[in-house]
C-alpha cells in the first residue's frame, strides 16, 4: 500500500486559511469525511483531540500531523492541507504551521497502513520536500510531488536494508524512537537521527516501535558492537537487552528537534551507563516535574486498577439486581444460589483493586522489581494486618484477631505503591555495590525477598495509624448529611466537567470509586459514587441537548455530532464533550462544570446511590433511588444546555 492509496485529490486542500488550530482539525476532518473514510466524525474527531491533549504534533519545519485511531475510522485514509499565512497550532517548536497531513486509521489489528503512514512522516523530515508541496498549485501537483518523493524514498530504503545487513554488528550509535500511538512521531524520530548520524559521519541503527511492532530491531550483535544507545521515547522501553552500555533516555521530541545532541551524548561519553537490573533508564532529560511524575506513576496505578473496579463492581451490582426479592434484609444480594455465585465472582475481582494499584504504581517507579513488593504492601493495606493482631492471633482469641485487622483502604494503598515504588529504586542502586556475579540473583531472589519482607514489615507497623485515618473518613464521611453530602456530591459532580477525562476528572472518579470499598448498600461511598456518575454523564448530554434547542449557536456538522452525544452521555463517556470544549472552552466548561455540579449535588440531596462504578444509564436498575436520580442528570443537563445555550455566539453556516 502506497501513499498515493490512502491520499487522492479529494482530499488534499490548497492555500486553506484556519482561524485558529480547532478550525484547522475541523476542516482537515471534514476533508477526510468527504472521502467516505469516516463512519463516525464525532468518535474519531474525538480520538485526534485526544492524541492532541497529549502532545501537539505540530513538528518542526511548519509541518503538522494530527492523527487518532478509531472505531470511527471505516478505513485509513489521509488529508492534506496547505495554510500559507500559517497558523498558530501550538507547535513544539513555537513557530506557525502552512503544512498539515491528518492521519485516519481504523481501530482494527490490520495495521498495514502504518508502514505508508510511517514512510510519510520519515519523508516530511526532508525541507526541501515540504517546500516544494506548500508551493503547489494544485491538488494533482501535490499529490505528485509526494508520489515521486515517495518512489525515491523507497529505492533508498532498500540501500538501507542492504547496508544494516553488511554492517551489523558495526554500528557506533544505537537507537529506539516511540510515542504514545506509534504512528507519527516515532518515524519522525528515527528519521531525524538518522538524518543528522549521516550528516555527522556516524553510523547509527534506530528501532522504530510503533503501532505496527517493533521495525529494524536492534540485535545482540549490534549491542556488542555500538558504543552506547539513545531512547527517545514517550512510553516505557525495555532496556534488559542493554545491560552494561551506556544508555541516555529522552523523550521522543528530543529525537525530532535535537538529534545532534543525543549522538554528542553517545559519543562523548556522556551518557550513564545502564546497569542491567530491571528499573527503568532514567529519563535525564524529560523536563517532568516531581508533580508531573507523582500523577504519572498515579495513574500507571489507576489504569491498571479500573478494570478490576468496572468489572467487579458492576458484576457485584448484578448480583443484587438478580435478588431483588431479599431486598431489604440482611442476604440482600447473596440469598440464592445465582446471587452468591454472581456476587463472589464480582467482590474478588472488586478485592483486588488496591494491591492492584499499589503494584502498578510500585511498578511504574521501579519498573519489574517494585511489582511483587508494591502487590504485597497493598494486600496488607488492604487487610490491615498489624502487631496487635499477630499477637491476638498467637493467644488464640480470634476475635480479637480479627478486631485487630482494620483496613488503611485507598490511602494506605497509595502510600504503599509509592513507598515499595522508591524504597526498590534505593535497594536497587545500593545492590549495584555488589559483585558482578551476583547480578544474575538480583531479579529473582534479591529484590522479591528483601521487597516483599520490608514492606510487609513497614505495612504491620503503618497499619493501625491508616487503619485510624480510614475510619475516622469513612466516619465523617457517613456523618455527613443534609448541605455538607450535597456540597460533597457538587464537588465531585463539578471536577468531572473540568478537563473531561484529565487530571481533575481522574481525581474525582479515582475518589469515588475508593469510597466504594464500604460495600454496604446505601453507603456515604455509594451516594458519592452516584454523585460522580452523575456528573461524568452531564457534559455529553448539555451538548447533545443544546444543539437541539439552540441550531442557530451550532453548525450543521456540530449538530449532526451532537446526536452521538446522547448516547455517549448516557454510556458515562464523558469524552463525548471533548471536541466541542476544545472548540469553545471558553463557553462549553464552565456551563458544563455548572450543569455536573447541580447533577452532583442534586442525586446526593436525593439519597441517590449507585453500588456500579460505571455503566452509566445501563445500570439504572442497580442505581438506589433511580427515579430521583434520572431527574437530577435532567436537572443538571438542562441547567447547562440553557446556560450553554444562552452565551454561546451565533454561527454563520458557511
Same mark, same amino acid.
Given at each position: 500500500?502506497?501513499?498515493?492509496?490512502l491520499?487522492?485529490?479529494?482530499?488534499?486542500?490548497?492555500?486553506?486559511?484556519?482561524?485558529d488550530?480547532a478550525?484547522?482539525?475541523?476542516?482537515?476532518?471534514?476533508?477526510?469525511?468527504?472521502?467516505g473514510?469516516?463512519?463516525?466524525?464525532?468518535?474519531?474527531?474525538?480520538?485526534?483531540?485526544?492524541?492532541?491533549?497529549?502532545?501537539?504534533?505540530?513538528?518542526?519545519?511548519?509541518?503538522?500531523?494530527?492523527?487518532?485511531?478509531?472505531?470511527?475510522v471505516?478505513?485509513?485514509?489521509?488529508?492534506?492541507?496547505t495554510?500559507?499565512?500559517?497558523?498558530?497550532?501550538?507547535?513544539?517548536?513555537?513557530?506557525?504551521?502552512?503544512?498539515?497531513?491528518?492521519?485516519?486509521?481504523?481501530?482494527?489489528?490490520?495495521?498495514?497502513?502504518?508502514?505508508?503512514?510511517?514512510?510519510?512522516?520519515?519523508?516530511?523530515?526532508?525541507?526541501?520536500?515540504?517546500?516544494?508541496?506548500?508551493?503547489a498549485?494544485?491538488?494533482?501537483?501535490?499529490?505528485?510531488?509526494?508520489?515521486?518523493?515517495?518512489?525515491?524514498?523507497?529505492?533508498?530504503?532498500?540501500?538501507?536494508?542492504?547496508?544494516?545487513?553488511?554492517?551489523?554488528?558495526?554500528?557506533?550509535?544505537?537507537?529506539?524512537?516511540?510515542?504514545?500511538?506509534?504512528?507519527?512521531?516515532?518515524?519522525?524520530?528515527?528519521?531525524?537521527?538518522e538524518?543528522?548520524?549521516?550528516?555527522?559521519?556516524?553510523?547509527?541503527?534506530v528501532?522504530?516501535?510503533?503501532?505496527?511492532?517493533?521495525?529494524?530491531?536492534?540485535?545482540?550483535e549490534?549491542?556488542?558492537?555500538?558504543?552506547?544507545?539513545?531512547?527517545?521515547?514517550?512510553k516505557?522501553?525495555?532496556?534488559?537487552?542493554?545491560?552494561?552500555?551506556?544508555?541516555?533516555?529522552?523523550?521522543?521530541?528530543?529525537?525530532?528537534?535535537?538529534?545532534?545532541?543525543?549522538?554528542?551524548?553517545?559519543?562523548?561519553?556522556?551518557?550513564?551507563?545502564?546497569?542491567?537490573?530491571?528499573?527503568?533508564?532514567?529519563?535525564?532529560?524529560?523536563?517532568?516535574?516531581?508533580?508531573?511524575?507523582?500523577?504519572?506513576?498515579?495513574?500507571?496505578?489507576?489504569?491498571?486498577?479500573?478494570?478490576?473496579v468496572?468489572?467487579g463492581?458492576?458484576?457485584?451490582? =448484578? +448480583?443484587?439486581?438478580?435478588?431483588? &426479592?431479599?431486598?431489604?434484609? !440482611?442476604? /440482600?444480594?447473596?440469598?440464592? *444460589?445465582? @446471587?452468591k455465585?454472581?456476587?463472589?465472582?464480582?467482590?474478588?475481582?472488586?478485592?483486588?483493586?488496591?494491591?492492584?494499584?499499589?503494584?502498578?504504581?510500585?511498578?511504574?517507579?521501579?519498573?519489574?522489581?517494585? =511489582? +511483587?513488593?508494591?502487590?504485597?504492601? &497493598?494486600?496488607?493495606?488492604? !487487610?490491615? /494486618?498489624?502487631?496487635?493482631? *499477630?499477637? @491476638?492471633?498467637?493467644?488464640?482469641?480470634?476475635?480479637?484477631?480479627?478486631?485487630?485487622?482494620?483496613?488503611?483502604?485507598?490511602?494506605?494503598?497509595?502510600?504503599?505503591?509509592?513507598?515499595?515504588?522508591?524504597?526498590?529504586?534505593?535497594?536497587?542502586?545500593?545492590?549495584?555495590?555488589?559483585?558482578?556475579?551476583?547480578?544474575?540473583?538480583?531479579?529473582?531472589?534479591?529484590?522479591?525477598?528483601?521487597?516483599?519482607?520490608?514492606?510487609?514489615?513497614?505495612?504491620?507497623?503503618?497499619?493501625?495509624?491508616?487503619?485510624a485515618?480510614?475510619?475516622?473518613?469513612?466516619n465523617?464521611?457517613?456523618?455527613?448529611?443534609?448541605a455538607?453530602?450535597?456540597?460533597?456530591?457538587?464537588?465531585?459532580?463539578?471536577?468531572?466537567?473540568?478537563?473531561?477525562?484529565?487530571?481533575?476528572?481522574?481525581?474525582?472518579?479515582?475518589?469515588?470509586?475508593?469510597?466504594?470499598?464500604?460495600?454496604?448498600?446505601?453507603?456515604?461511598?455509594?451516594?458519592?459514587?452516584?454523585?460522580?456518575?452523575?456528573?461524568g454523564?452531564?457534559?455529553?448530554?448539555?451538548?447533545?441537548?443544546?444543539?437541539?434547542?439552540?441550531?442557530?449557536?451550532?453548525?450543521?456538522?456540530?449538530?449532526?455530532?451532537?446526536?452521538v452525544?446522547?448516547?455517549?452521555?448516557?454510556?458515562f463517556?464523558?469524552e463525548?464533550?471533548?471536541?466541542?470544549?476544545?472548540?469553545?472552552?471558553?463557553?462549553?466548561?464552565?456551563?458544563?462544570v455548572?450543569?455536573?455540579?447541580?447533577?452532583?449535588?442534586l442525586?446526593?440531596?436525593?439519597?441517590?446511590?449507585?453500588?456500579?462504578?460505571?455503566?452509566?444509564?445501563?445500570?439504572?436498575?442497580?442505581?438506589?433511588?433511580?427515579?430521583?436520580?434520572?431527574?437530577?442528570?435532567?436537572?443538571?443537563?438542562?441547567?447547562?444546555?440553557?446556560?450553554?445555550?444562552?452565551?454561546?455566539?451565533?454561527?454563520e453556516?458557511?
Open positions: 500500500m502506497r501513499i498515493a492509496d491520499l487522492s485529490p479529494g482530499a488534499i486542500k490548497i492555500d486553506g486559511a484556519p482561524k488550530k478550525d484547522a482539525i475541523n476542516q482537515l476532518v471534514e476533508l477526510m469525511v468527504g472521502q473514510n469516516i463512519n463516525d466524525e464525532e468518535t474519531y474527531k474525538a480520538a485526534v483531540l485526544a492524541r492532541e491533549a497529549e502532545m501537539s504534533t505540530g513538528v518542526e519545519n511548519g509541518v503538522a500531523i494530527p492523527h487518532g485511531k478509531s472505531d470511527g471505516s478505513k485509513p485514509g489521509l488529508a492534506a492541507m495554510v500559507p499565512a500559517g497558523v498558530d497550532y501550538e507547535s513544539l517548536d513555537g513557530e506557525p504551521t502552512t503544512l498539515f497531513f491528518l492521519i485516519a486509521a481504523p481501530n482494527t489489528e490490520d495495521n498495514v497502513h502504518l508502514q505508508v503512514l510511517a514512510s510519510l512522516s520519515q519523508l516530511l523530515v526532508d525541507e526541501g520536500l515540504c517546500d516544494k508541496l506548500r508551493a498549485k494544485s491538488a494533482d501537483e501535490f499529490l505528485g510531488i509526494l508520489t515521486d518523493a515517495e518512489d525515491a524514498q523507497y529505492a533508498a530504503e532498500q540501500d538501507k536494508k542492504r547496508e544494516i545487513a553488511q554492517n551489523a554488528g558495526k554500528f557506533e550509535v544505537l537507537a529506539i524512537t516511540a510515542c504514545p500511538t506509534g504512528i507519527a512521531h516515532t518515524y519522525m524520530a528515527a528519521e531525524s537521527l538524518q543528522k548520524a549521516a550528516e555527522m559521519g556516524v553510523s547509527i541503527k528501532e522504530t516501535q510503533g503501532s505496527g511492532g517493533a521495525k529494524n530491531v536492534i540485535t545482540a549490534d549491542v556488542k558492537g555500538a558504543k552506547g544507545v539513545i531512547i527517545a521515547a514517550d516505557n522501553v525495555d532496556l534488559a537487552r542493554f545491560a552494561g552500555k551506556p544508555v541516555y533516555s529522552t523523550n521522543v521530541t528530543k529525537g525530532i528537534q535535537e538529534p545532534e545532541m543525543l549522538i554528542n551524548k553517545i559519543l562523548n561519553g556522556e551518557a550513564p551507563v545502564y546497569e542491567g537490573n530491571g528499573a527503568a533508564a532514567p529519563a535525564e532529560d524529560n523536563g517532568d516535574g516531581i508533580g508531573h511524575e507523582i500523577y504519572k506513576h498515579l495513574m500507571n496505578g489507576v489504569s491498571h486498577m479500573l478494570p478490576f468496572i468489572g463492581g458492576i458484576i457485584t451490582a =448484578l +448480583a443484587f439486581l438478580v435478588d431483588m &426479592g431479599a431486598a431489604g434484609t !440482611a442476604a /440482600y444480594g447473596s440469598s440464592t *444460589v445465582v @446471587a455465585f454472581i456476587k463472589t465472582i464480582g467482590e474478588e475481582a472488586f478485592g483486588l483493586m488496591l494491591p492492584i494499584l499499589a503494584g502498578y504504581i510500585a511498578m511504574s517507579i521501579a519498573d519489574r522489581p517494585g =511489582l +511483587a513488593p508494591g502487590f504485597v504492601a &497493598g494486600v496488607f493495606a488492604k !487487610a490491615g /494486618y498489624s502487631l496487635g493482631f *499477630v499477637q @491476638a492471633a498467637v493467644a488464640g482469641d480470634a476475635d480479637a484477631a480479627a478486631a485487630a485487622c482494620v483496613s488503611g483502604g485507598f490511602i494506605a494503598a497509595l502510600f504503599a505503591g509509592f513507598a515499595a515504588g522508591y524504597f526498590m529504586l534505593w535497594f536497587e542502586k545500593v545492590c549495584e555495590k555488589l559483585p558482578k556475579s551476583l547480578e544474575g540473583i538480583k531479579p529473582i531472589l534479591l529484590y522479591p525477598l528483601v521487597g516483599i519482607f520490608v514492606m510487609g514489615a513497614v505495612m504491620f507497623l503503618l497499619n493501625p495509624i491508616f487503619g485515618i480510614n475510619t475516622g473518613l469513612n465523617f464521611l457517613n456523618g455527613l448529611g443534609g455538607n453530602i450535597v456540597i460533597l456530591g457538587a464537588v465531585v459532580g463539578g471536577m468531572m466537567s473540568i478537563d473531561f477525562g484529565g487530571p481533575f476528572n481522574k481525581a474525582s472518579y479515582v475518589f469515588s470509586t475508593g469510597l466504594l470499598a464500604d460495600a454496604t448498600l446505601g453507603s456515604t461511598g455509594q451516594i458519592v459514587m452516584g454523585a460522580c456518575m452523575a456528573g454523564m452531564v457534559p455529553p448530554l448539555i451538548i447533545a441537548l443544546s444543539t437541539m434547542i439552540a441550531k442557530n449557536k451550532w453548525s450543521k456538522a456540530d449538530r449532526d455530532a451532537g446526536l452525544n446522547w448516547i455517549m452521555g448516557l454510556s463517556i464523558s463525548g464533550a471533548i471536541p466541542f470544549a476544545a472548540a469553545d472552552p471558553g463557553h462549553v466548561i464552565p456551563s458544563c455548572v450543569g455536573s455540579a447541580v447533577a452532583g449535588a442525586s446526593a440531596m436525593f439519597g441517590c446511590y449507585s453500588p456500579a462504578p460505571h455503566g452509566g444509564a445501563w445500570v439504572i436498575a442497580v442505581i438506589g433511588n433511580p427515579v430521583m436520580w434520572l431527574v437530577a442528570l435532567a436537572a443538571g443537563t438542562v441547567v447547562g444546555a440553557l446556560i450553554l445555550s444562552a452565551w454561546k455566539k451565533p454561527v453556516e458557511q
